[in-house]
C-alpha cells in the first residue's frame, strides 16, 4: 500500500541531490541472495557536509559529517571509500557516535562535561588509546591498554541511521573530499558499497564472538590487577581533590559539599546502627502521650474516620463509575 | 407498597365484578386479603388502569434507594456507631448516604456499588416486551375461562376425542391402563393465576426472555380422594393439559404456538408452552417471552399426610388399592414431592410474597442468588441438579422464618441483599442436607434412609423442597457454594467478577477431564416405561462406582446431562434420542490423582479383602510390601504413552460393573494440553520431577563452592536466580546456562566505587574458577564477559559445567553496589547522563540481584505446594514463545499472569493440571483491561499465616492497605506516562509493591501487549466454540465446529507481521528435531549433547540482540527463543511515514521530494525522509549473512492495523 509506493515514485521522480547543507550520496548495495525480487536492488543514503560543530574542536574544520552511515561502515572502510572511489583523500580517523557496543561509557562530573565537549568527539575513542591517569572521573578510570577489558567483539556495528566525523589528514583533503562527493552527485556515478570488514558480520562475528567473551584468565587477571593498580593510584588523588574541595570556600564563601570522607563504619556496624534505630522508635512509641487521652483527641479521630469512610466512598463511586464508562454495563457473562 | 394496598382496598369496596386488577396486582393481593379473596375471581385489567399501575412501578426506584436506611438499622455490629455518622451526614449532605456506611453490610462499597449496577442491569424493565406478554397472558386466560366443560370419558374414548382435535395427551409413563375404572373430565379452572418470579418481579433479562408460569387451578371436583395414588392424579392432570392445549389449539380469535414440555425435565408433570412466535402474541417481534401453562391442584384436594416422603404411593401391580399391606411397602419420595409440589404452588407463592413484604432486600437477594445459579449452570430442572431459583427463594425465605431451628442462626430481615444472599450461600456450604436432613416446624417426619438425597423438609407445607436433587448435583452444589464462600471472605482482591460475572460451569475451565458416555451404550429402551428411572439409576450407580473406585484422585465428579426439550401437542412425548451423550466431569486432586498403586484391606481381613477383589476383579494383586504387609492392591502404569491412571482406572471399573460395552463406546478427555511440552503430564506426587536433576545439580554445585578452601571471604548465599531453577522453562533444564547469584560475607576492603566493584568481582571469579577446576576434575570452568559498554554494570560472570551436563552462570552479588548507585543518584555534582545511567543501573541491579532471588524463590515453593503450576507455567510460556511474543515479556511476569490463576482461582478451585492451568491465565489476559487494572499477586495469600517459610513471602499477609498502595502506585504511573511509553503492564506482588520490576522501559510495548490481548481473546473464542461444540455433540446434534486439537493453539500467524527473517536449518534450533512433523519441532525434550554450549544454534540470539540494537527503532523484533527459526519484524509506522529530514532519524533513511503543501523548513523545503526499506533488508542480510536464508516481506499491512489497535 503506501508503504511500499513511494519508493518507486520517488525512483521515477529521480531522488534528491542535497537537502539543506548536506549533499545526498547515493551507494550501490551489493546484490545479495535470499532476498525478495523487488528488494534487490537497493541503494544507501549517505548525508555529507563540512563539519562545522557548535563547539568547535581542533580538528573541526577538516572533519566531513556524514548522516546515515551503513551499520557495518568502520574506520577502514570509511578510509578506502574516500581513497578508492571519492578522488583518494586520505582519511585521518572516524569518529562514530552510536558504535554497538559502545565504548566504556564513565560517569563525570559537571564542569568536567563541557571540558569533554571542546575535545570534540575524540572524546570517546582516546580513552583506548592514550594513558590519562590524570584524569579524574567521577567513578573508576579511564582506562588504558593494561587495564582495559578484553575486546568480545570482532567490531563494532553502528546503529542504522547512525552518524559519522571523519576527521582527513589535512584541510585540503577534506576539500577534495567533498568536491569529489559533489561532483560523484552531479554526474550520477555509481559508488559501490562493499559492506563489512571480513569478521565485523555475518556468522564470523558470533562465531567469535562466542570465543571472544571468554578470554584467557592469565589475561584477564593480567588486566584485573592493572585495573585495580590504577585505581588505588586514581582514588588517593581523587580523594585528594574532594578533600581539597571539602575544605576550600568559593569565592561567597560557602564550602561545597561533596562526598567522600570515607565510610563511617563498615556494613555489618551500618545494619547494627539500623537496627538499633528502629528499636529505639519502637520504644518511643511505646513510651509516649497515649493519642486517646484527651477528649478533643477522641472526637478529632472520629471526625477523621469519619472523613476518611467519606473519601473512601467518594473515591470508590469514581472508580466503579470509570469502570461503567470503559466496559459497559455490568453485565453476568453469557 | 403502602400506597398501592390502599388503592386496592378501595376497589375492593367498590366490589364491582370489575374489580381492576393486573396480574401482578393481583397475586399480592391475594395473599394480602384473606382466604375470601380466592374465591372472587380473577378479573382482567382494562386498558386504562395501565396508566396507574405504570405510575406505581415509577415510584419504586425512590423506594429503593431508601432501602439503605434500615439495612442501617439493623446491622447489628455497626448500629450506634454508624447511626451517629448517618445522622452527621444528613446534616451536611444528603448526597452520599447511600453506601457510605455499607462497607459492614456490604463487604465493600466497590462491591456494594457493583452489586447495584448488576441489578439495575439484570431486572425486567417491564417495558414493551413485558407488556406484550402480559396482554397475550390476560387473552390466554380469558380463552382458557371460556373452554367448554368435557363430560367424563374414560381413557380410551378421551384419546379417541382428542386425537380427532389433533393433541395427544401427554400421559406419563407407565400409561394408563386400558381398563382402568375412572373417568377423565375437564371443567373450569377454579383460578388462573401468575406464578413464580415474574410477578415477584424476580425475574431477570438474562435468562434468554422473560417466562411467565401461569398456573390453572384444576377444580377438586375432577378428582376422587384416592387420586393421589398409582398416577392417577397425573393421568387426569395430563388430561386436563390436552382439553386446554386443545382449547387454546382451537381459538379462532387468536393462534398461539402451543408445544407440550415437562415442568424441570419431571416426566410426571407435562405443561403447555406457549412460544412468542405465534401470531397469537400482540407485537411479538423480536419478543422473547414464553408463557407456560401448568395445572395444578388446590392444597386441600389430597391430605397431605399421605404424601410424606415416606409414605408409598405406587403400590406393586396385582395388590388391591386399599388392601391392607402385608409388609412395608417401599417408599416413593419422589412421586409424593412431585404431587405435593403440585398442590403447594399457591401456597408457596403466598410465601415468597410475604417475605418480600417483610424484607425489603429479599427480591434483590433472589435475584443475586438467580445470577449466581445461573453462572454455574444450576437450574430446577433435574437434568441441571434440580437447584433453580424457586428452591433457592425458599430456602432463603424458609431462613428468614423467625429461628427456623435451634442451633441454626436465622437470616434477619434487616439484611442487606448481599447478607442475605451470602447466608443462604453459606448454609448451603456448610449444611450436608443429605447426611442431616433440614425439617422446619414439622416433628416426626421420617425420611426414606437408602436413596441419600438431600432433604430440606418445610414442615408447614409439607414438602421436601430439595426432592429432585441427587446426592451427587447436591454435592456439586455445596462445593460451589464453599468456593463462594472462601471468594468472599477474600478481603483484598475484589470476588464480585467471580461471584456474579463469570460463567464458571464451562467444562474446559472447570474440570479436569471429561468422559462421555453415549445414551446409546446403556442399552436402555427409550420407549420403556420406565426408561427415566433406569438411567436415573444408571447414574448414581456408575456415581457411586466412580466415587468408590477414584477415592481421593479426585474431588469432584459431576454429570452434566443432556437436555430434553418441548414437543408437539399433536404427537405422544418423543423417545429420547440414543445419540446423545452424559458427560461425566472430573476435578482431580493432583497430589493423589496419578498415584500408581491403591491399597487394599490387608490380605487376614477376609471379608473385606474378598469385597475389594469383587469390586476390582482381575486388577486386584495380593503384594508384599516394603514394611512386610500383605496388602490386596490394584497397580497402575504411569507412562507417557498409555492413558492415564484416571482413564484406565474409570474405563475399567465401569467396564465391570456398568457395562462391558461402555468402555468401549466412552471418549476420555483429560489434560489435552499437558503433552505439548516435555513432561507436561503431572507425575507421580509433583509437578516438577522432571526439574529434579537440574535441582540435584544446582545443590551439590552450591556445596562444592562453600566447601572450597582459600577464598578470601566467607560464602553467606549462593541463591538459584534463573527460570529453569525455580520449574518454570519451557523445556527441561540443560540447553542453556542457568544464573545463580553468590553473596560473600560483608566486608569493608571491597573498593568504594562501583567500577572498581565490578573489577574485584572478575577477580573472585577467576579465584573460583581456579580453586573450582583444582578441587574437582569433572567441573568445567571460565570467565565470561558482558557489558563492555557499561564499566559500571557487571562485568563478568563464570559459568561453571558439571559433570552431569549442567552449566550454571555464576555472578556476585555485593550490596554496596545499591548505596552506590543511590548515592550517585543524590549527587548534584553529575552530568544529566550520569544519572540517567545510574537510576537505569539502579533498576537493573535491583531486578538482577534483589528481585528475581525471591521471585524465584517464591516460585520454587509455589511449584513444590502446586502440582499443576510447574507445568501451567510452562505451558503458558510456550503459548507465548510459539506466537513470537516471549521475548518481550520477561519471565517473571508470564510466571506471574499463572500464579494469579493458581492464587486467586475464584470462582473455580485451584487448577490441578496443566491444561486448566494454562486455560484460565488465557481467559483472564483475554480480560484483563491492562490499561486500567495492575496485576496483583499476593504470594502470602498460600501460605498458612506464621508458618517458617512466610518469611520468605515478605512481611505477612497482604493488607487492603498494601492493596491501596499499589493502586495508587499505578494511578501515579499511569498518570506520569499516560500513553505508556514506559510501563505498560503493571505486575505487583506483596513482595515487590513498584510493579515496574518486570515491565519497565516498554518491555513489553502497548503494542505487544494489545498483541496479547487479542491472541487470548482469539484463543478464549476458540475454547467457548469448542465448549458449545461439546455441549451440541452431547444432546446429539451436529454442529459444524470440528474438534479442534489443542495445538491449533499453539500455531503462529506469521503473515501478521511485515517481514520474515529466514534462518537457515543448520543455525536453527528446530533443525536438529524430527523432521516428520514440521510444526511442532521442540515438543520433544531437547537435549543439547554436552559440551555443545556455544555451539552453532547459539549464534542467532546474538544476532536477534543485534537486530534488536541495530535496527530497534524501525522495526519491531518478533520470535520464539525456542525454535529460533525465524525472526518476525514490524515496521514502525512511525517510521514508515514520510516525514521531514533530520540528521539523527534514528533509522535508515532515503530522500524523497515531498509533495507540495507540507509546510517545511526554508532549506528542507523539497526533500523528506522515509525509511529506506531495500537498505535495511540488505543490510539485515549483511548483518546475518549464512544465518539468514530468505526474507520475506509481506505486502498487506496488517502490521499497521496490529500497531493501530
Same mark, same amino acid.
Given at each position: ?20 547543507? +548536506? ?85 563525570? +562530573? ?225 | ?1205
Amino acid at each position: 500500500m503506501a508503504l511500499d509506493k513511494p519508493h518507486k515514485s520517488a525512483k521515477r521522480k529521480a531522488t534528491p541531490t542535497t537537502v539543506g547543507e +548536506f549533499t545526498i550520496l547515493p551507494l550501490t548495495l551489493p546484490k545479495l541472495p535470499g532476498l525478495p525480487e523487488a528488494y534487490t536492488d537497493a541503494k544507501h543514503y549517505l548525508y555529507i557536509k563540512a563539519h562545522a560543530p557548535s563547539n568547535p574542536t581542533p580538528s573541526a574544520d577538516r572533519s566531513l559529517f556524514i548522516a546515515n552511515v551503513p551499520i557495518d561502515a568502520s574506520e577502514s572502510n570509511i578510509r578506502q571509500l574516500f581513497a578508492g572511489q571519492l578522488g583518494g583523500s586520505r582519511v585521518e580517523s572516524v569518529g562514530f557516535d552510536s558504535a554497538i557496543p559502545g565504548a566504556p561509557t564513565l560517569k563525570r +562530573f559537571k564542569d568536567d562535561a563541557g571540558k569533554r565537549d571542546k575535545e570534540g568527539e575524540e572524546g570517546a575513542k582516546r580513552g583506548k588509546k592514550r594513558k590519562r591517569d590524570e584524569d579524574v572521573v567521577a567513578e573508576g578510570i579511564v582506562e588504558d591498554e593494561a587495564s582495559a577489558l578484553p575486546r568480545i567483539w570482532s567490531g563494532d556495528l553502528q546503529k542504522s541511521g547512525g552518524c559519522a566525523v571523519v576527521v582527513f589528514v589535512d584541510k585540503e583533503s577534506k576539500r577534495g573530499a567533498l568536491k569529489a562527493v559533489q561532483r560523484v552527485v552531479k554526474e550520477g556515478r555509481t559508488i559501490e558499497w562493499k559492506g563489512g570488514d571480513k569478521g565485523v558480520v555475518g556468522v564470523e562475528r558470533y562465531k567469535s564472538h562466542l570465543s571472544l567473551r571468554y578470554p584467557n584468565p592469565t589475561h584477564l587477571l593480567a588486566t584485573t590487577t592493572a585495573y585495580l593498580t590504577q585505581y588505588d593510584r586514581v582514588s588517593t588523588s581523587r580523594n585528594r581533590l574532594l578533600a581539597a574541595a571539602r575544605a576550600v570556600p568559593d569565592e561567597d564563601g560557602f564550602i561545597t559539599v561533596t562526598r567522600g570522607g570515607g565510610r563511617t563504619a563498615p556494613a555489618a556496624r551500618v545494619e547494627l546502627a539500623e537496627q538499633k534505630k528502629a528499636e529505639l522508635e519502637e520504644r518511643k512509641k511505646k513510651n509516649g502521650v497515649k493519642d486517646d487521652f484527651y477528649r478533643f483527641q477522641n472526637r478529632e479521630r472520629r471526625k477523621e474516620e469519619e472523613m476518611k469512610l467519606r473519601r473512601g466512598f467518594e473515591r470508590d463511586r469514581k472508580r466503579v463509575a470509570e469502570m461503567r464508562e470503559r466496559r459497559g454495563v455490568v453485565r453476568p457473562e453469557d | 407498597m403502602a400506597p398501592a394496598i390502599k388503592r386496592r382496598k378501595i376497589k375492593h369496596d367498590n366490589g364491582s365484578d370489575e374489580s381492576e386488577a393486573n396480574f401482578l396486582e393481583e397475586t399480592k393481593d391475594e395473599e394480602l386479603s384473606s382466604e375470601d379473596s380466592e374465591a372472587s375471581n380473577v378479573s382482567m385489567d382494562a386498558p386504562e388502569e395501565r396508566d396507574d399501575d405504570e405510575e406505581a412501578s415509577n415510584g419504586e426506584p425512590e423506594e429503593q434507594d431508601n432501602m439503605s436506611e434500615p439495612v442501617l438499622r439493623c446491622a447489628p455490629a455497626t448500629v450506634s456507631k454508624t447511626d451517629n455518622t448517618a445522622k452527621a451526614h444528613k446534616r451536611q449532605d444528603v448526597q452520599p448516604r447511600d453506601g457510605v456506611f455499607t462497607a459492614e453490610s456490604f463487604k465493600n462499597n466497590v462491591f456494594k456499588l457493583q452489586v447495584n449496577e448488576l441489578l439495575d442491569q439484570v431486572k425486567l424493565k417491564h417495558g414493551k416486551k413485558e407488556a406484550s406478554a402480559e396482554k397475550a397472558m390476560r387473552m390466554l386466560k380469558s380463552l382458557i375461562e371460556h373452554l367448554p366443560s368435557r363430560a367424563p370419558a374414560s381413557i380410551a374414548e378421551a384419546e379417541k376425542t382428542l386425537e380427532s382435535a389433533g393433541v395427544a395427551i401427554p400421559f406419563p409413563s407407565p400409561r394408563p391402563p386400558k381398563d382402568a375404572k375412572y373417568k377423565l373430565q375437564y371443567e373450569r379452572p377454579s383460578s388462573i393465576n401468575a406464578t413464580g418470579s415474574y410477578p415477584l418481579k424476580t425475574a431477570t433479562r438474562t435468562d434468554g426472555g422473560v417466562v411467565i408460569d401461569l398456573v390453572v387451578v384444576m377444580p377438586k371436583a375432577i378428582f376422587q380422594e384416592k387420586d393421589y395414588l398409582n398416577f392417577r392424579y397425573f393421568y387426569k392432570r395430563a388430561y386436563y393439559l390436552a382439553c386446554l392445549a386443545a382449547g387454546i389449539k382451537a381459538s379462532k380469535e387468536h393462534s398461539f404456538k402451543v408445544s407440550f414440555d415437562t415442568l424441570n425435565g419431571n416426566h410426571l408433570q407435562p405443561v403447555i408452552v406457549i412460544d412468542p412466535s405465534g401470531s397469537g402474541f400482540p407485537d411479538s417481534s423480536g419478543s422473547s417471552c414464553r408463557i407456560n401453562i401448568l395445572p395444578i391442584v388446590s392444597e386441600e384436594t389430597f391430605p397431605g399426610a399421605k404424601l410424606l416422603p415416606k409414605s408409598n404411593c405406587v403400590r406393586p401391580k396385582g395388590e388391591d388399592d386399599d388392601g391392607p399391606a402385608t409388609k412395608p411397602l417401599a417408599p416413593t419420595p419422589f412421586y409424593n414431592s412431585t404431587l405435593r409440589s403440585d398442590a403447594t404452588v399457591t401456597s408457596y407463592l403466598k410465601l415468597l410474597h410475604a417475605v418480600s413484604e417483610k424484607c425489603d432486600a429479599f427480591k434483590d437477594a433472589c435475584i443475586l442468588g438467580r445470577i449466581w445459579l445461573r453462572q454455574r449452570g444450576f437450574g430446577s430442572s433435574l437434568r441441571k441438579g434440580g437447584f433453580g431459583n424457586f428452591e433457592w427463594a425458599a430456602i432463603t425465605a424458609l431462613l428468614l422464618q423467625p429461628s427456623p431451628r435451634p442451633g441454626t442462626a436465622p437470616l434477619s430481615p434487616g439484611y442487606s441483599s448481599y447478607q442475605l444472599f451470602k447466608a443462604t450461600v453459606q448454609f448451603l456450604a456448610r449444611n450436608d442436607l443429605c447426611k442431616k436432613p433440614f425439617t422446619l416446624q414439622s416433628r416426626d417426619v421420617d425420611f426414606p434412609k437408602s436413596s441419600g438425597a438431600p432433604v430440606f423438609f418445610d414442615g408447614p407445607r409439607g414438602l421436601n423442597i430439595l426432592f429432585k436433587m441427587t446426592i451427587r448435583s447436591y454435592s456439586q452444589l455445596q462445593f460451589e457454594a464453599k468456593t463462594t464462600v472462601d471468594a468472599l471472605g477474600d478481603s483484598v482482591f475484589d470476588q464480585f467478577d467471580s461471584t456474579f460475572i463469570l460463567r464458571t460451569d464451562l467444562l474446559r475451565y472447570r474440570y479436569d477431564a471429561t468422559l462421555g458416555l453415549p445414551l446409546s451404550a446403556f442399552e436402555f429402551d427409550p420407549k420403556s416405561d420406565d426408561y427415566n428411572g433406569k438411567l436415573g439409576e444408571a447414574c448414581n450407580k456408575i456415581y457411586s462406582t466412580l466415587i468408590r473406585a477414584l477415592t481421593d484422585r479426585v474431588t469432584t465428579v459431576t454429570f452434566t446431562l443432556p437436555d430434553s426439550g418441548a414437543w408437539p401437542i399433536s404427537t405422544p412425548k418423543p423417545p429420547e434420542s440414543q445419540q446423545k451423550h452424559i458427560l461425566i466431569n472430573f476435578a482431580i486432586d493432583p497430589a493423589n490423582a496419578h498415584r500408581t498403586i491403591d491399597y487394599g484391606p490387608a490380605a487376614e481381613n477376609k471379608q473385606e479383602a474378598a469385597s475389594f477383589r469383587k469390586f476390582w476383579g482381575d486388577k486386584a494383586e495380593l503384594r508384599r510390601f516394603k514394611d512386610g504387609s500383605i496388602l490386596e492392591s490394584v497397580v497402575w502404569s504411569n507412562k507417557d504413552t498409555t492413558a492415564t491412571i484416571l482413564e484406565q482406572i474409570s474405563l475399567h471399573v465401569l467396564g465391570r460393573h456398568v457395562d462391558s460395552q461402555i468402555a468401549e463406546n466412552a471418549e476420555f478427555v483429560n489434560d489435552s494440553f499437558a503433552p505439548l511440552i516435555a513432561s507436561g503430564r503431572i507425575q507421580g506426587q509433583s509437578g516438577i520431577a522432571s526439574f529434579s536433576l537440574a535441582m540435584n545439580a544446582f545443590t551439590s554445585i552450591e556445596k562444592d563452592i562453600r566447601e572450597l578452601e582459600g577464598l578470601p571471604l566467607q560464602i553467606r548465599h549462593i541463591r538459584a536466580a534463573d527460570e529453569q531453577l525455580r520449574y518454570a522453562s519451557i523445556n527441561l533444564p540443560l540447553s542453556r546456562p542457568a544464573s545463580i547469584v553468590l553473596q560473600f560475607e560483608a566486608s569493608a576492603r571491597w573498593p568504594d566505587d562501583l567500577c572498581a566493584i565490578q573489577r574485584t568481582k572478575t577477580a573472585f571469579l577467576l579465584k573460583i574458577a581456579e580453586l573450582l577446576s583444582a578441587a574437582h576434575s569433572g567441573v568445567a570452568t571460565r570467565v565470561g564477559l558482558e557489558n563492555p559498554s557499561q564499566p559500571s554494570h557487571n562485568q563478568a560472570y563464570l559459568d561453571i559445567t558439571v559433570r552431569t551436563g549442567f552449566t550454571f552462570r555464576l555472578r556476585i552479588y555485593h550490596d554496596r553496589e545499591a548505596t552506590l548507585l543511590e548515592r550517585q543518584l543524590k549527587d548534584k555534582s553529575l552530568d544529566v547522563h550520569s544519572h540517567e545511567s545510574s537510576a537505569t543501573a539502579l533498576a537493573l541491579y535491583k531486578r538482577e540481584f534483589i528481585q528475581v532471588l525471591s521471585h524465584t524463590q517464591a516460585i520454587q515453593n509455589l511449584c513444590t505446594r502446586y502440582p499443576a503450576l510447574s507445568p501451567a507455567i510452562r505451558l503458558t510460556k510456550k503459548w507465548f514463545a510459539c506466537h513470537l511474543m516471549l521475548p518481550h515479556f520477561a519471565p517473571e511476569l508470564v510466571e506471574l499472569l499463572v500464579v494469579r490463576t493458581f492464587l486467586q482461582p475464584h470462582p473455580w478451585p485451584t487448577p490441578s493440571c496443566a491444561t486448566t492451568g494454562f486455560l484460565r491465565t488465557l481467559a483472564w489476559i483475554a480480560r484483563w483491561d491492562w490499561r486500567h487494572v495492575p496485576l496483583v499477586v499476593d504470594f502470602s495469600s498460600s501460605m498458612p499465616s506464621n508458618s517458617a517459610e512466610s518469611e520468605s513471602y515478605g512481611k505477612g499477609t497482604m493488607k487492603l492497605e498494601d492493596m491501596e498502595q499499589v493502586q495508587t502506585r499505578f494511578e501515579a504511573w499511569r498518570q506520569i506516562d499516560p500513553v505508556m511509553n514506559r510501563v505498560v503492564l503493571f505486575a505487583a506482588t506483596n513482595i515487590d509493591t513498584s510493579g515496574n520490576t518486570w515491565t519497565d522501559m516498554g518491555r513489553p510495548e502497548k503494542v505487544v501487549a494489545a498483541r496479547m490481548t487479542a491472541l487470548a481473546k482469539a484463543a478464549t473464542t476458540v475454547i467457548r466454540a469448542q465448549e458449545d461444540h461439546i455441549m451440541a455433540a452431547a444432546n446429539g446434534k451436529e454442529t459444524a465446529t470440528a474438534d479442534l486439537p489443542p495445538e491449533s493453539l499453539f500455531i503462529s500467524q506469521i503473515r501478521d507481521y511485515d517481514l520474515v527473517i529466514h534462518i537457515s536449518s543448520k543455525y536453527s534450533r528446530v533443525s536438529k528435531d524430527k523432521k516428520s512433523e514440521p510444526k511442532y519441532k521442540n515438543l520433544e525434550i531437547q537435549l543439547i549433547p554436552k559440551g555443545s554450549l556455544g555451539a552453532e544454534t547459539d549464534l542467532v540470539p546474538l544476532f536477534v540482540e543485534d537486530l534488536q540494537n541495530v535496527f530497534g527503532d524501525a522495526v519491531l523484533w518478533f520470535w520464539d527463543p525456542e525454535s529460533l527459526d525465524r525472526i518476525a519484524g514490524l515496521w514502525n509506522p512511525l517510521v514508515s511515514r514520510q516525514r521531514a529530514f533530520k540528521v539523527k532519524a534514528g533509522w535508515n533513511s532515503a530522500p524523497v521530494r515531498s509533495r507540495d503543501g507540507e509546510p517545511k523548513g526554508m532549506n528542507e523545503k523539497s526533500v523528506g525522509i522515509h525509511i529506506n526499506k531495500r537498505a535495511v533488508l540488505n543490510d539485515i542480510k549483511r548483518l546475518g549473512g549464512d544465518l539468514v536464508s530468505r526474507i520475506d516481506v509481506n505486502r498487506s499491512c496488517i502490521g499497521d492495523r496490529m500497531y493501530s489497535k
